[in-house]
């Protein structure tokens, strides 16, 4: 059974940090894409970010570029999301994802969702 479990969010106030954590189980997480998507109250879930396999290349969306970075550590079978300047904007619920058949990062793609984390950036 695949579970994508999501900690570290909470309310931080505008230009502070997070760190989001995203544990595996169940899947050859060495060999899976993994991506950050977000949701925000009233809005569609968008991407944030992915960090690709094989390879390990990163993107982003252009509203977090520079400000967040994605990484991973195979051997805690972990994908973080460091999330630096917070915006009142970056409010939302955020969700890793696993892909087995990365191609374009439709989310259609990715085969696991987590639960999801609430960020709450306040001005």
């Known amino acids: 059974q695949v579970q994508l479990v999501e900690s570290g969010g909470g309310l931080v106030q505008a230009g502070g940090s997070l760190r989001l954590s995203c544990i595996a189980s169940g899947l050859a997480f060495s060999r899976y894409t993994m991506g950050w998507f977000r949701q925000a109250p009233g809005k569609e879930r968008e991407f944030v970010a992915v960090i690709r396999w094989p390879g390990g290349i990163t993107n982003y969306a252009n509203s977090v570029l520079g400000r967040f970075t994605i990484s991973n550590n195979n051997a805690k079978n972990t994908v973080y999301l460091q999330m630096n300047s917070l915006k009142p904007e970056d409010t939302a619920v955020y969700y890793c994802?696993?892909?087995?058949?990365?191609?374009?990062?439709?989310?259609?793609?990715?085969?696991?969702w987590g639960q999801g984390t609430q960020v709450t950036v306040s001005s």
């Open positions: 994802a696993a892909s087995s058949n990365f191609r374009g990062g439709e989310e259609s793609e990715y085969n696991y």
